[in-house]
């Protein structure tokens, strides 16, 4: 196996390990609240939101934001020396990882959160000029319409298009 497919793969499963952290579940439990048995049944931010508040929304938030953009960075910091021509790849694998760490953790029977704060994070680690753009389509579709699911939508689109366009 190549060194490069072993990077890859070693991205993608400590992503995946550094995505399992549910903050919103911990953040519950600590208040006594398991949050997967109200609302939209997940431990991501928007369901902590709607059940615990903008505090625990907000501690939700910058914890999946954050433990994704440490995922990508460690592999940034680890590779971008070896693999220069390829670290982006090896970022997004972290990145992948992570959201999917998130959206499917093995402690919670693989139910998590929607992925959308760790995506987030992923945006501004992987690719942070794309971010501004990303936040703004987000906060007006959620403004106009009230559904954050669409929101999410356009930030995914909105940030592959960048991506493209950025050359990343």
Excluded at 45 to 63: D, E, I, S
Excluded at 137 to 150: D, E, G, P
């Amino acid at each position: 196996m190549s060194k490069m497919i072993l990077a890859r793969i070693l991205a993608l499963v400590v992503g995946y390990f550094f995505g399992t952290f549910q903050t919103g579940y911990f953040y519950g439990k600590a208040h006594g609240i398991d949050v997967r048995e109200h609302g939209s049944g997940n431990s991501g931010t928007t369901n902590t939101l709607r059940t615990l508040g903008w505090k625990a929304g907000a501690v939700t938030f910058f914890g999946d934001l954050f433990k994704a953009i440490i995922a990508v960075l460690i592999f940034y910091f680890i590779y971008r020396n070896t693999y220069p021509e390829a670290v982006k790849c090896i970022e997004l694998y972290a990145g992948f990882g992570a959201v999917l760490g998130h959206n499917f953790p093995f402690f919670l029977n693989f139910k998590g959160g929607k992925g959308i704060a760790c995506t987030s994070g992923v945006i501004l680690a992987v690719c942070p000029i794309a971010a501004p753009i990303c936040l703004v389509l987000f906060i007006l579709a959620v403004a106009i319409t009230r559904y954050v699911s669409l929101g999410s939508i356009l930030v995914v689109i909105s940030f592959l298009i960048q991506a493209i366009v950025f050359n990343h």
